[in-house]
T-cell receptor
Framework: DGGITQSPKYLFRKEGQNVTLSCEQN?????MYWYRQDPGQGLRLIYY???????QKGDIAEGYSVSREKKESFPLTVTSAQKNPTAFYLC?????????????FGQGTRLTVV | EDQVTQSPEALRLQEGESSSLNCSYT??????LFWYRQDPGKGPEFLFT???AGEEKEKERLKATLTKKESFLHITAPKPEDSATYLC???????????FGIGTKLQVIP
């Protein structure tokens, strides 16, 4: 079955540590996205990538980093510079790089700082 | 700046009691308006894309409509399995970015 796989489902991080969230898609989509979801707020865009080896900052990129070495993969690293990393992280992809195409989401990773 | 406001924040319906969810938006040239369904602890699931005022789309008990300032998600004779949070999002012309609303949490009681 085609889809987007995020791992792990739950992740715990100690303060000062970097952690990497995995996102893999087998939909052959060009564009991939990372969102953060907090209670009482809409999804906020962290980073997006429209093509391999290229990515752009979203609205809340500070404290995060990404890479896009393969079309299928778009990992997100939450660095120690992110002051409030506890949140639900969602990865998404869409078929085209531009245009109003719907996004397909993974099942999310819940990150908690302990 | 693009904005999306959804109302009500929460809605509780009896099974079979039809109602509508509202999504008001401001955007500099609408490229598309999206509706998603999100179950607790899961990623959003795509429902509809609307492109221009007057457009309507249906899927089972759901019908989405669009005007120049707002969109409605009509739920006809809802069932308990329709309980979820419904998210609205807009994409401005010329941009890849999509702006999401906070969502409406719908609970359908048997």
């Amino acid at each position: 079955d085609g889809g987007i796989t995020q791992s792990p489902k739950y992740l715990f991080r100690k303060e000062g540590q970097n952690v990497t969230l995995s996102c893999e898609q087998n939909l052959n989509h060009d564009a991939m996205y990372w969102y953060r979801q907090d209670p009482g707020q809409g999804l906020r865009l962290i980073y997006y990538s429209q093509i391999v080896n290229d990515f752009q900052k979203g609205d809340i990129a500070e404290g995060y980093s990404v890479s896009r070495e393969k079309k299928e993969s778009f990992p997100l690293t939450v660095t120690s510079a992110q002051k409030n990393p506890t949140a639900f992280y969602l990865c998404a992809s869409s078929i085209r790089r531009v245009g109003n195409t719907e996004a397909f989401f993974g099942q999310g990773t819940r990150l908690t700082v302990v | 700046e693009d904005q999306v406001t959804q109302s009500p924040e929460a809605l509780r319906l009896q099974e079979g009691e039809s109602s509508s969810l509202n999504c008001s938006y401001t955007v500099s040239g609408l490229r598309g308006l999206f509706w998603y369904r999100q179950d607790p602890g899961k990623g959003p699931e795509f429902l509809f894309t609307l492109y221009s005022a007057g457009e309507e789309k249906e899927k089972e008990r759901l019908k989405a409509t669009l005007t120049k300032k707002e969109s409605f998600l009509h739920i006809t004779a809802p069932k308990p399995e329709d309980s979820a949070t419904y998210l609205c999002a807009v994409q401005a012309a010329g941009y890849q970015k999509v702006t999401f609303g906070i969502g409406t949490k719908l609970q359908v009681i048997p």
